[in-house]
């Protein structure tokens, strides 16, 4: 079973850049079984697919967001920290990391593992 944790700041001012990472265990980032994904609920909306990694360290955007959107990862430390620029209060959210079977999904489906979310605001 696959733990997953986020961590990073609850409130970022406008234009700066969010960074959040997440720390699992129970497997490896560099095996082929998940897509290594951020995730998003802004209040009062769905959930929105960010962007994910993978085994081999490739990544994949949401076109909205891919210019302000990077996503690395730690190998060492079983992390994968997501990047988002120039914030709005728009970036609003609960953000969630996740280990998914399929590309790119926000149903939360067995065999899947997501973490519990954290708050974040954008505001000054």
């Known amino acids: 079973q696959v733990q997953l944790q986020e961590s990073g700041p609850g409130l970022v001012k406008p234009s700066q850049t969010l960074s959040l990472t997440c720390t699992f265990s129970g497997d490896s980032i560099t095996t082929r079984n998940y897509y290594w994904s951020w995730i998003r609920q802004p209040p009062g909306k769905g959930l929105e697919w960010m962007g994910a990694i993978n085994y081999s360290g490739s990544t994949w955007y949401r076109p909205s967001l891919k210019s302000r959107t990077s996503i690395s990862r730690d190998t060492s430390k079983n992390q994968f920290t997501l990047h988002l620029s120039s914030v709005t209060p728009e970036d609003t959210a609960v953000y969630y990391c996740?280990?998914?079977?399929?590309?790119?999904?926000?149903?939360?489906?067995?065999?899947?593992?997501w973490g519990q979310g954290t708050q974040v605001t954008v505001s000054s």
């Open positions: 996740a280990a998914v079977r399929e590309f790119a999904t926000t149903t939360r489906r067995d065999g899947d593992y």
